[in-house]
């Protein structure tokens, strides 16, 4: 699997999509998968949602509740041109509130190709003070907005990409657009987007923007020549935010893996992967308004009281180092430090990821460091969670998140926390829960 699809929240349930091939752990022959939650942590598995028919195969998109109550999904149709091209275009399905029986618009595609190979990943929001439905999508190396009032008929508004910024990169991919409170009984809306290529730490990432939305046009008001990133990891791509029609904080949920290894990814199984719900909020930090996630409390709390054995866990650590020290954090019984902390300088901290080099895998990027501030009280606080094979990490009350796949010869080993230099001093502390 990869991408989450038309994430939605009804009759108090939370519905996951995702990209998905039924019959083979390569990405090829894409339909839509379908998930359920109650508390956003444990998930059950519902029947296929949406199969390819002559338009094409299920890309990515999203779904949302119309306020006569009706369910509405959009996709992309792709298909290969028979010079071998990518074709793709926007489509509308018409669904039950269960979720589990839909049918096609017989309108569709309901957005044709303006000419672009690149064109897909419909996110449609509700826009409330110009009462319209607005459409983002990808149009190659910048993201097309539409509108519309009956969800069928889309006018073109406006469009938003690289010639906005000086950031060079790959496809804008899966956009997302999210309302905020000012503080100040104004709004501030954040553009989130995923470049497939060229992210800040190699391959795929997703970068945000904070700005203004008046139902036609995007506005960044940060700075062109500083892209900021949701997740500083390899392995948090696709985010996309649940649609709740009740009104409830921003949600969101990425894809753990990157485009530039997801295909060799060394394992049948875990083969793709979610990652944790982030709850959004802005804050204001000396540099500036940024994002910051934190986990729902029922997450968090299920997490920190699970066991290490469970191998899906959640613990804290506190740091306090001077200039030049370092830390070692190892994960699950390995004899490689997989995060090493360090403090560079009085504000600077870098944290090292290593991952094993498995011989499978090429590009897999094992070694990976991630330069941060540090914050003025001088301890830091690290919150990881763990999967198995994957590590959630935050810090500064989640406005620095690192996110990284590791495929552990030992999913259900010990944490063990090597407290000074000599990384291969004998382990003297276990951390449970
Ligand atoms: C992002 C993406 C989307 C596309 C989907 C195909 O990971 O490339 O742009 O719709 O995956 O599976």
Known sequence: MNDPNGLIRLDSVWHMF????????????????????????????????????????????SAVETPDGDVKIFYTAHSLTPEGRDHQVQCLVHADRSLTKSARDYRNPILPNPGREAFRDPKVIWHEQTSRWIMLVTLGQEIGIYSSTDLVDWRFESRFGEADISYRGGVWECPDLLRFD?????EVWVLIVGVQSGAANGGSGTMYFIGDFDGQRFENHGDPDQMLWMDRGRDFYAAQGFFDRAGGEPVVMAWISNWDYARETPTKAFRGVMSLPRILSLV????????????????????????????????AKTFEMVEGDRTAILLFGSETPQFVLSRKAAATGVIHCHRDEHPDMQNFGHDLSIEFDWPMEETLELQFYVDRG????????????????????????????????????????????
């Not at 083979?24 to 998968?33: A, E, N, S």
């Not at 000012?182 to 104004?186: F, L, M």
């Open 18 to 61: 995702f990209q998905h091939h039924p019959d083979g752990i390569d990405h090829d022959d894409i339909h839509w998968g379908h998930a359920v939650s109650h508390d956003l942590l444990s998930w059950e598995e519902r029947p296929i949602a949406l199969a390819p028919d002559q338009m094409g195969t299920c890309f990515s998109g």
């Open 182 to 186: 000012d503080g100040d009984g104004g």
């Open 284 to 315: 204001n930090t000396p540099k500036g308004r940024r994002l910051r996630q934190n986990l729902p409390e029922q997450v968090l709390n299920k997490l920190k009281s699970s066991s290490v054995s469970s191998g899906t866990y959640g613990f």
């Open 390 to 433: 994957v590590v959630e990490l935050s810090a500064m009350d989640g406005t620095l998140w690192v996110t990284n796949l590791f495929y552990p010869e030992d999913p259900g080993g010990e944490v063990r926390i090597l407290p000074n230099k000599n990384t291969t001093t004998q382990l003297k502390e276990i951390v449970h829960g």
